[in-house]
């Protein structure tokens, strides 16, 4: 968790500078850059009232920030285990408000795995395979 912040920065610094190189940029950038940045804003003022606000409802609303941004991506780039991905971060979300403690933690967990490491990888493998 420590390391998240120092990520998300050299994340952002990526993103811009090969932003900067593209020479054309689609309606679908534009609106997933606005969704992430949306997604970001919200997820950093839920991590900075997380101590006001307790930990457990904190996390309940990073997976369903997780599951709204998965969701409108997956659909901007009709990519269904996105969306899918985007749906089982709201299960999780329901799950982890109903069972709260260390299951906690094992939700936020599969909501990073089923939103964003194995849709990722399969995107990935998918550009792979048509360049």
């Known amino acids: 968790w420590i390391?998240?912040?120092?990520?998300?920065?050299?994340?952002?610094?990526?993103?811009w500078r090969r932003g900067k190189k593209e020479k054309v940029k689609t309606y679908i950038d534009t609106y997933l850059g606005y969704c992430w940045v949306a997604f970001g804003?919200?997820?950093?003022?839920?991590?900075?009232?997380?101590v006001k606000n307790g930990y457990e409802s904190s996390y309940f609303f990073m997976m369903l920030l997780y599951g709204m941004a998965t969701v409108i991506s997956g659909g901007l780039l009709n990519f269904k285990p996105l969306i899918i991905g985007g749906a089982c971060s709201f299960?999780?979300?329901i799950i982890a408000a109903l069972t709260g403690?260390?299951?906690?933690?094992?939700?936020?967990?599969g909501a990073l795995l089923c939103s964003y490491i194995i849709p990722g990888h399969?995107?990935?493998?998918?550009?792979?395979?048509q360049s």
């Open 41 to 50: 804003a919200a997820l950093a003022l839920t991590l900075i009232f997380m």
């Open 91 to 93: 299960v999780f979300a």
């Open 3 to 15: 390391l998240l912040p120092a990520g998300g920065v050299v994340s952002m610094i990526y993103g």
């Open 101 to 109: 403690g260390l299951e906690l933690f094992l939700c936020i967990g």
């Open 122 to 129: 399969m995107l990935q493998s998918k550009y792979k395979s």
